[in-house]
């Protein structure tokens, strides 16, 4: 399990420090995914298509997976207060830096160094939240922390696309980097200072999934419903646009209702996922596939993308609870390294399913991507109850 300064600080300074993480969870996910809302207007001012403009979640997500082993083992020795606040710093020029950016290959190439802070923070962050609060409270607080996921689902992208609206896209990165400024106030206050603890060297982080079969397989199960799940929202958007002439008022709606569905399957995953992880995932992971089939059969009404998208919301809050409680049970000594691993595994797959997606969306129409997501979905839920079977 992660070692915790339990005795170290109080329990309600422990919880205002939680409070603090995940605040920085909000803004690092909203910045990492609000292009999602935003491609549309984003590829018609700078000129690009769409599928173009789906770069600025692929970079992202590249750095994010393949930096982040690396960047962990390399600051192994810095205390994790320090750690999270320079991340935060380097956020906030990011998001001012896009905002301010005077073409398209800019914006990219600081998406791409924003990256790595990203999946630095995915890397530390839960396992700051467990040591600052009593041991018997840690499950909580990785918990409170993962409620971020939701919260920057329900309020963070759709408040971009609204955002987006009334002042623009630069203008939206521009007021997330002052967003930015103020939760690295919060973390320099309410975070108590944290030594470096479970970190080991990069060796030894990669040489992981050859002695830990458990973690190899939870590896495997993240690459595969991730490539489908994200390759799909990614161009959520465009698919809503094209197929039941959804206006952006709509599209709004459809992130709010999506995020509002994972926040209650996060709800409902805390329950069940104690009881039995393995099948509160493949249930997830079911409910994926049935939601995107869903789509592609009622997504041309808008009263059937609405419905699709509340079953996917749950299915993906399911999923996503399960697959951080299958990566914590499968290294549990050695958690901020699997992590590490967990964290590239799952940037570089929404990597790779912008990037396939949005190859797909340019060349085989929009309705391809479903059908990608479709497949990939299917093969993670094939191989969760392969592997358990086994």
Request: charged share 10%; proline share 4%.
């Amino acid at each position: 399990m992660v070692t915790r300064t339990e005795n170290a600080h109080s329990t309600r300074k422990g919880w205002a420090g939680v409070a603090a993480i995940t605040a920085s969870l909000f803004v690092f996910l909203t910045t990492e995914l609000m292009p999602v809302g935003l491609l549309t207007p984003v590829s018609s001012s700078l000129d690009i298509s769409v599928g173009a403009a789906g770069l600025m979640v692929t970079l992202y997500g590249v750095s994010a997976g393949l930096g982040v082993p690396f960047v962990v083992a390399w600051t192994r020795r810095i205390n994790r207060r320090v750690l999270l606040s320079a991340l935060l710093a380097i956020l906030t020029a990011g998001n001012l830096i896009t905002a301010l950016a005077p073409g398209y290959p800019l914006v990219l190439a600081t998406r791409l160094v924003m990256g790595f802070a990203n999946g630095a923070f995915w890397a530390i962050g839960v396992g700051m939240a467990m040591r600052i609060v009593p041991g018997r409270h840690a499950n909580r607080a990785a918990a409170v922390v993962m409620s971020g996921i939701s919260v920057a689902t329900v309020l963070g992208m759709p408040l971009g696309t609204v955002l987006e609206r009334l002042v623009g896209w630069q203008a939206t990165f521009l007021i997330w980097s002052g967003l930015s400024v103020l939760v690295f106030l919060a973390v320099l206050v309410l975070v108590p200072s944290l030594p470096s603890a479970n970190a080991v060297p990069v060796r030894e982080v990669f040489g992981l999934p050859r002695v830990n079969a458990r973690l190899r397989s939870v590896l495997i199960t993240v690459v595969l419903f991730v490539l489908g799940h994200f390759g799909v929202y990614t161009f959520i958007r465009p698919f809503l646009e094209g197929t039941s002439s959804a206006s952006p008022a709509f599209v709004t709606v459809c992130l709010i209702v999506f995020g509002a569905g994972g926040a209650a399957g996060n709800f409902v995953a805390g329950y069940f996922v104690a009881k039995n992880v393995l099948v509160s995932f493949a249930v997830g992971a079911a409910g994926l596939v049935a939601s995107l089939l869903l789509l592609l059969a009622t997504g041309h009404g808008q009263a059937g993308a609405m419905i699709a998208l509340v079953l996917w919301g749950l299915s993906y809050g399911v999923v996503q609870l399960s697959q951080l409680t299958m990566t914590q049970r499968s290294a549990p000594d050695t958690f901020e390294a699997a992590m590490s691993l967990n964290t590239l595994a799952y940037n570089t797959s929404i990597a790779l399913g912008a990037l396939f997606a949005g190859l797909l969306a340019d060349h085989a129409g929009i309705t391809s991507v479903v059908w990608f997501g479709v497949v990939l979905t299917a093969a993670s839920l094939l191989f969760t109850v392969g592997t358990r079977r086994t």
